[in-house]
């Protein structure tokens, strides 16, 4: 055979993130003593009551497919939420499906909006998976970036650079993954205005939207007007907010074009996420109160850790790091010491045993990513371990 491998799977790259977590496992199950940043999950266990309703649902037979775009009840609750808690308008159980994840509902969504040659604005430092995902479906990944000195946000005038009469979409992760940053209402505005300007979708991945500090909120882009709740796809899910990573349950949150299309792709592809999951997920959504506490409790822990990595990275000297305000990652530059992002991790992986993810992953080669889903004890380590190996530099 001459082509044994398909376009598909010749042109896509494996996830950077999940090899350097794959690396620092490897190394620990040798013995060695590593400190390890690169893991992409809330490192708490999923709250009991939603762990007891999945039980129950198994344990009364909920074992059997259920409609492709999910449980009616998760759907109706969902969809009570986005109008309740994120202000979007005339929505029903319609515009929602559940999926198996928030990645998977984000290569839902591309594939229900881009045709072979559209092309999608990608803002770097982006989520590891947008470009392979639009390459899948045929689609042309365009670049534009906003580092450190705009504190990671893209704007109009830097989406214009790349605007072309292909662009069908433009991809917004806010809060996000890798840098923290949250957009605020204003600058979503803006966005959005030029959204409807060009005619473009705004894919708004929203999975970490309950993870934000200083009393920043996270708005959603749909939220600002009738005309931005046509063009904006919501993509969220369980996997962040509940600490349900190995739940595998996603939403999307779309108009209804769109959210007929992405019911037909998944009916055709992986049919409905796990039935007596979306039981546990449908008790998450039904008891808010037990919902927030358990989520207020993930939340003390990652601002403390989210704060000590703050001020012990910016007093590392050549480091400097943007306070992040959402997610659980910091993003600091270390271009000061004249190396490359992933010449800098490998170093710092041999020398003092920190797996970090290199920023060039991201489309970002000034900088590199923490994950601060890890304990205290791990963060003064690492911190300690990086001081000493950047001073010898
Ligand atoms: C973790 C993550 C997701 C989705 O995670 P799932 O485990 O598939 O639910 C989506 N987008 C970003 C930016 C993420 O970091």
Do not use: A, C, H, Q
């Given at each position: 055979m001459e082509n044994r491998l398909s376009t598909w799977a010749l042109n896509i790259s494996p996830s950077p993130t999940l090899a350097v977590d794959a690396k620092a496992k490897a190394l620990k199950a040798a013995g060695k003593d590593v400190c390890g940043f690169g893991a992409g999950e809330p490192d708490f266990d999923t709250p009991q009551f939603i762990k007891d309703a999945c039980v129950k649902a198994l344990a009364e037979g909920k074992t059997k497919y259920i409609p492709a775009p999910g449980l009616l009840e998760l759907r109706t609750a969902l969809a009570d939420y986005y109008i309740?808690?994120?202000?979007?308008?005339?929505?029903?159980?319609?515009?929602i499906i559940v999926s198996p994840g928030g990645k998977f509902s984000c290569y839902l969504a591309i594939m229900a909006a881009i045709s072979p040659n559209d092309e999608v604005i990608i803002p770097a430092?982006?989520?590891?998976s947008y470009p392979e995902m639009v390459k899948l479906a045929g689609g042309k990944p365009v670049f534009v970036y906003a580092g450190d000195e705009s504190d990671f946000k893209i704007t109009p005038a830097i989406l214009e650079t790349a605007l072309t009469e292909k662009t069908k979409m433009v991809i917004l992760t806010?809060?996000?993954?890798?840098?923290?940053a949250v957009y605020t209402r204003e600058e979503l505005k803006a966005i959005v205005d030029f959204a409807a300007k060009h005619d473009i979708y705004i894919l708004s991945?929203?999975?970490?939207?309950?993870?934000?500090?200083?009393?920043v909120e996270a708005v959603s882009p749909a939220s600002i007007s009738e005309d931005a709740q046509s063009r904006v796809i919501i993509t969220a899910g369980f996997s962040k907010s509940y600490a349900?990573?190995?739940?595998?349950l996603g939403t999307i949150c779309a108009p209804d074009d769109i959210a007929k299309a992405v019911a037909k792709l998944q009916s055709q592809t992986c049919s409905n996420a796990t039935t007596f999951a979306q039981y546990g997920a449908l008790e998450a959504m039904k008891r808010p109160d037990l919902a927030k506490e358990a989520l207020e409790k993930m939340l003390v822990a990652f601002d403390r850790r989210r704060l000590m990595f703050y001020n012990g990275l910016n007093s590392i000297k050549g480091i400097s790091c943007r306070r992040p305000k959402g997610a659980f990652y910091v993003f600091p530059n270390i271009s000061s010491f004249g190396m490359g992002s992933v010449d800098f991790c490998s170093k710092l992986l041999d020398e003092e045993l920190v797996a970090v993810v290199p920023g060039s992953a991201f489309g970002s080669e000034p900088n590199i990513r923490f994950s601060y889903a890890v304990s205290e004890e791990t963060i003064e380590k690492g911190l300690e371990r990086l001081a000493r190996f950047c001073s010898k530099l």
């Open positions: 309740g808690k994120k202000g979007l308008k005339n929505i029903d159980f319609s515009n430092p982006y989520w590891v806010s809060p996000s993954n890798p840098t923290g991945d929203e999975i970490y939207e309950s993870l934000v500090y200083d009393g349900m990573t190995g739940w595998r």
